[in-house]
């Protein structure tokens, strides 16, 4: 059974920077595409970036593209999304998954293609 279990948020101000971390226990995860998903209060779980299972691709958000990176290692079971020049509208619930499929070729950004999530870890972004 795969466990993850992200850290890293808090309360920032508008135009400040927070670093998320997933670690993964239960299973290694170097075979599988790894997304960070958020959900703001009355609002639907939404895509927020993935990275493949080698590293070598990402894919962003349109809404946090050029302001937010992702990186794994995958020695560590780890993954991390750097948010940089942060927004009031980044406040949300942000979640760590794992995609279910090993060696997907797609860059899925579809919740029902993740399998296993973390708790979640809340980020406020104050104006």
């Known amino acids: 059974q795969v466990q993850l279990v992200e850290s890293g948020g808090g309360l920032v101000q508008a135009g400040g920077s927070l670093r998320l971390s997933c670690a993964a226990s239960?299973?290694?995860?170097?075979?599988?595409?790894m997304g960070w998903f958020r959900q703001a209060p009355g609002k639907e779980r939404e895509f927020v970036a993935v990275i493949s299972w080698s590293g070598a691709r990402r894919y962003f958000a349109d809404s946090v593209k050029g302001r937010f990176t992702i990186s794994r290692d995958n020695a560590k079971n780890t993954v991390d999304l750097q948010m940089d020049s942060l927004k009031p509208e980044d406040t949300a619930v942000y979640y760590c998954a794992a995609d279910g499929r090993s060696l997907r070729t797609v860059l899925s950004t579809q919740r029902w293609d993740y399998h296993y999530w973390g708790q979640g870890t809340q980020v406020t972004v104050s104006s």
């Open positions: 239960g299973r290694t995860l170097g075979t599988y595409n």
